[in-house]
Nanobody, 124 residues
Framework: QVQLVESGGGSVQAGGSLRLSCAAS????????MGWFRQAPGKEREFVAA?????????DYADSVKGRFTISRDNAKNMVYLQMSNLKPDDTANYYC????????????????WGQGTQVTVSS
């Protein structure tokens, strides 16, 4: 089992920045590829960013966030981060951290563990 707890969400104006954090506990953190997904009201959950295990040498991003968001991991602290810059109203959603036993994945169905989510609201 892996437990994931997100933090760092909030309300920000368009053009602003936020950093989301995900604290992992349980089984060996470096055994999991990590990802961020988001879900807006009335929409399906969508992929945002992923980082590979164990060292994070590979990262992937949704086209909609490339150049604005950066995913990283700190294995010493069992943490994953999502630095979000130049935020847009379309980024408003509940953001979820997830863990997959795969090296890395952009597909939500391959993730076995999920956090409860943290809300990000971007106003224009």
């Amino acid at each position: 089992q892996v437990q994931l707890v997100e933090s760092g969400g909030g309300s920000v104006q368009a053009g602003g920045s936020l950093r989301l954090s995900c604290a992992a506990s349980g089984r060996t953190f470096t055994s999991y590829g990590m990802g961020w997904f988001r879900q807006a009201p009335g929409k399906e959950r969508e992929f945002v960013a992923a980082i590979s295990r164990p060292t994070g040498s590979r990262t992937d991003y949704a086209d909609s966030v490339k150049g604005r968001f950066t995913i990283s991991r700190d294995n010493a602290k069992n943490m994953v981060y999502l630095q979000m810059s130049n935020l847009k109203p379309d980024d408003t959603a509940n953001y979820y951290c997830a863990a997959t036993p795969r090296m890395s994945s952009t597909t939500s169905t391959t993730y076995d563990y999920w956090g409860q989510g943290t809300q990000v609201t971007v106003s224009s």
